[in-house]
C-alpha cells in the first residue's frame, strides 16, 4: 500500500478503529492487500533518499517500563533490519527481553525464500496465540518478507486475528507510528508498501555485537532470477551514497569493531543506480580497506556483475577478505538459462579462474538449489562436477521451493520429491567430503582468529572464526574475546578446526 492510498483508506471508514474487527468490512473498506504485481514494477521515477530519520518528539517514552522480543528469520539482511528495530525501540524508551513471556511486544521478522521458511513462522505465530490470550495488552506483529505476500497477509487476517500488526520491509522506520496505532486500535493494524523502496539514513540501531557488525551497503534486487521472491518482498536495487557507507564504517572502527560485513542482495551491482556518479563496489571496496579495521567482508556477490575493477581491488589484500560466497545455483547452462542467472557454466569458472589468477589463496563458499523444474539426471550430475572442479569449501544446498508469484512457479515443478532428496543428499556427500578435504590442509598451520566467546558445547573453550570463516575451537584466556589471536591447528574435523594459542593476543588497537 503507497502512502496516498493509506491516506485514502484512513479516510474510507474514520468508524473502523472504534468497532470490533469486522472482517468482512475490513476487506471492502480498509485494507488493500499487497501486490506482488506492483512489488514488480520498475518505475523511472527517483529513489528518495531520507537522510535526517528522527523520531518524532509524540512517540517519546512510548516504551516506558515496556520491553520488546523480536525473533529474526531469514538472511543476513533481515537480522540487520532486527537490529534496527531493535534501534528505534530502544529510542522509544522500550527494554530488550529474550523470552516471550516477559514481553510486552512480540516481532517476528519473517522470510519468504522458502515453503518451510513459512511454515516455521506460521508454526510460531499459532504458538503465540495462548500468550496473547493470557495477556491481552500484548502486542504481537509480523513484519519481515513473508509480510509483502499479499496471500500471506490474507492468510493471517482470516486465520489468525490475534495477530496485530503486520508490516513490510518498507515500513520499518514507520514502526513507532505502527506500534501507537496498535495500542489505539482494535482493529489489525496492516501497513505494507507496494513500492519499489527509498533509502532511509540515521535509523538508530542496537547491535547485536561489539566485534563484528552489519553495513547495508544496498537495497533490494532486479536480477529477478525465475524462482526468487525477493526482488518483490525488497523492491529495487538502490545504492546507499558511498560517503554514508564509508562514514558508518568509520564509527564501527572508532567503536573498536574487528569485522565489518558489507550486506546486498547483489552487492556487485552496488552503485549501477546513481545517476551522477560512476563509482561501483570497487571504488567503495577501495576507499573502505584505507579504513583501520582488521576486516572487510561482503555479501552477497551475484556472478554476473562481478567485475574486473573488482578483482583488481580485493587483490590489494589488507582488511579485504579474500573469501567470496559466490552462488552459482547449478553446473548446467540450460538449468542457469531457465533460472534466469545471465551467465553459463563457462563464464562462472572463467570468472573463478580469473578470481584465483589475482587472488591464488581465494576461498570460495556457494548456494546450489537441487530439483528445479525440468532439471535432468545428466544436468544435476553438471552440478557434481562443477562443484568438484571449483573445489568449494563449503556450500549451503537447497531444494526447490515454488514461489507464488514468480516465473518459475508457473513451470511444472515435475522432479519428484524423492529425486530431488536424492540429489540432495548426493550433493551433501559432496560438500562434505570436499569441506573435511579443505580443512585437513589446516592441520600444524597457524590462522588468525577473531575471537566471539565461549564454544557452545564447552565454556572452557573459546570459538572464533578465521579470515576465510572456518570455525575454530581452542583454549585460551577469555581476555581474548573480540580481539584476533593466532591458532595452531591441531586436528580439522569436517565443519571446524581445533587448536591452540600460538600466542598472546595480538594488540589490534
Ligand atoms: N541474493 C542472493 C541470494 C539470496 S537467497 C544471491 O543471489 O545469491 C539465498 C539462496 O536461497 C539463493 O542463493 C538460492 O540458492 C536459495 N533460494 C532462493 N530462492 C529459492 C527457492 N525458491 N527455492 C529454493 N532455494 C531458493
Ligand atoms: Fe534472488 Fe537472484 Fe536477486 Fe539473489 S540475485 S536475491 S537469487 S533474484
Ligand atoms: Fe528471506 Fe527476505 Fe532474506 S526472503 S532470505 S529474509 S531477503
Not at 518483490?232 to 560485513?261: C, D, F, M, N, W
Not at 570460495?364 to 544436468?379: K, M, R, S, W, Y
Request: aromatic content about 8%; proline content about 4%.
Amino acid at each position: 500500500m503507497n502512502e496516498k492510498q493509506r491516506e485514502e483508506n484512513s479516510q474510507v471508514n474514520p468508524e473502523a478503529k472504534k468497532t470490533e474487527k469486522d472482517y468482512s468490512k475490513y476487506f471492502q473498506a480498509v485494507y488493500m492487500p499487497p501486490s506482488l504485481k506492483d512489488a514488480k514494477k520498475r518505475g523511472k521515477e527517483d529513489v528518495q533518499y531520507q537522510s535526517d530519520f528522527s523520531i518524532p518528539e509524540e512517540f517519546k517514552g512510548l516504551g516506558n517500563g515496556k520491553k520488546f522480543y523480536i525473533r529474526t528469520y531469514g538472511c543476513q539482511m533481515n537480522e540487520h533490519d532486527t537490529e534496527v528495530m531493535a534501534g528505534i525501540f530502544a529510542a522509544l524508551g522500550y527494554e530488550a527481553t529474550d523470552s516471550t513471556e516477559d514481553a510486552d511486544v512480540i516481532l517476528l521478522n519473517t522470510c519468504a525464500i522458502r515453503e518451510n521458511a513459512e511454515n516455521k513462522v506460521f508454526g510460531e505465530i499459532g504458538h503465540l496465540k495462548p500468550l496473547k490470550l493470557e495477556k491481552p495488552g500484548l502486542l504481537v506483529g509480523v513484519c519481515g518478507c513473508m509480510s509483502q505476500e499479499e496471500s500471506v497477509v490474507n492468510k493471517i487476517m482470516q486465520k489468525h486475528p490475534h495477530i496485530d500488526m503486520i508490516f513490510g520491509t518498507h515500513n520499518i522506520h514507520r514502526l513507532p507510528h505502527i506500534l501507537k496505532e496498535a495500542y489505539l486500535s482494535k482493529e489489525m493494524v496492516i501497513e505494507v508498501w507496494s513500492k519499489e523502496g527509498d533509502v532511509i539514513e540515521n535509523l538508530p540501531r542496537v547491535r547485536k555485537g561489539t566485534t563484528k557488525g552489519w553495513v547495508n551497503i544496498m537495497y533490494g534486487c532486479d536480477k529477478f532470477c525465475t524462482y526468487c521472491i525477493v526482488p518483490y518482498t525488497r523492491g529495487k536495487e538502490r545504492s546507499r551514497r558511498p560517503e554514508e557507507i564509508i562514514h558508518e564504517v568509520r564509527q564501527l572502527a572508532a567503536q573498536g569493531y574487528q569485522e565489518i560485513t558489507l550486506l546486498g542482495q547483489n552487492v556487485n551491482a552496488y552503485g549501477k543506480d546513481f545517476k551522477d556518479l560512476d563509482y561501483g563496489l570497487g571504488d567503495l571496496m577501495d576507499e573502505l580497506r584505507k579504513i583501520d579495521i582488521p576486516r572487510i567482508r561482503f555479501t552477497t556477490s551475484h556472478p554476473r556483475d562481478f567485475d574486473d575493477r573488482l578483482i583488481e581491488v580485493l587483490a590489494k589484500g589488507g582488511n579485504l577478505l579474500d573469501h567470496i560466497h559466490l552462488p552459482v545455483q547449478s553446473g548446467s547452462s540450460e538449468v542457469l538459462k531457465l533460472m534466469a542467472r545471465k551467465y553459463t557454466r563457462e563464464h562462472y569458472i572463467e570468472l573463478v579462474r580469473k578470481i584465483r589468477t589475482a587472488m591464488p589463496n581465494a576461498t570460495l563458499t556457494t548456494d546450489i538449489i537441487v530439483g528445479f523444474p525440468n532439471e535432468t539426471d545428466e544436468q544435476f550430475e553438471e552440478t557434481l562436477s562443477l562443484y568438484r572442479e571449483v573445489e568449494y569449501d563449503s556450500a549451503y544446498t537447497f531444494i526447490y521451493s515454488p514461489r507464488e508469484g514468480t516465473p518459475a512457479a508457473k513451470m511444472q515443478d515435475n522432479v519428484p520429491m524423492r529425486v530431488k532428496k536424492e540429489r540432495l543428499q548426493r550433493l551433501n556427500s559432496l560438500v562434505k567430503e570436499i569441506s573435511a578435504k579443505k580443512m585437513k590442509e589446516y592441520e600444524g598451520k597457524v590462522v588468525e582468529v577473531l575471537v566471539e566467546g565461549e564454544s557452545k558445547n564447552n565454556p572452557d573453550v573459546l570459538a572464533g572464526y578465521t579470515e576465510k570463516s572456518k570455525l575454530v575451537n581452542f583454549r585460551g584466556p577469555r581476555e581474548t574475546i573480540g580481539n584476533i589471536v593466532k591458532v595452531k591447528v591441531t586436528k580439522a574435523k569436517t565443519w571446524s578446526l581445533d587448536g591452540e594459542m600460538a600466542e598472546e593476543a595480538i594488540e589490534v588497537k
